[in-house]
C-alpha cells in the first residue's frame, strides 16, 4: 500500500516540473543556444541546419526564402564568402515554444556591426520557424546605455 501514495507523489511532482515543450528532453532554449552556437559562432552552417532546423522550416525574413534546403543554400556561400564575419550572442530569451536571440554581428574587426534579434519556433526538437530584425550599430549615440 505504501508504493502507491510514493507513486503518485513522483507523479505529481514530475506533472510540477517545467515539462519540455519539444519532446526530446531538451527545452527550446537549449536547442536554440546549440543551433546558434552551431551557427553564428562555429559557422557551421549545414551541420546546425541539418540537425536543428526542420525540413519545412518557415522563413518570415522577406529577403530569405523559406526551407531547410534554401537556408543552407544561401548561408554557406555567405559565410564562405565572408570569412571575417563574427556573431557574439549576447543573450537568449525563451517563452515557451518562441526563443528570441539577440546578438552583435559584424563583418571585420573595424566594422561597428549589425544588433540583431532572432525569433526561432522550436517543435519537437527543430526550429520550425524564423523571424529576425536587424538594426546598425550607430557611430554615436544619444545615450550611453549600449545597444547589448
Known sequence: ??????????????AAQPASATGCGLTPKQVVTRFMTEFYVRKEVRKAFETWVDPGYIQHNPMAATGRDAAIGFLEPFFAGNPDIHYEIKRIIADGDLVAVHSRGSFSARDRGVAVVDILRVKDCKVMEHWDVVQPVPETSANTNGMF
Request: glycine fraction near 0%.
Open 1 to 14: 500500500m505504501r508504493k502507491l501514495p510514493i507513486t503518485i507523489a513522483a507523479l505529481l511532482a514530475l
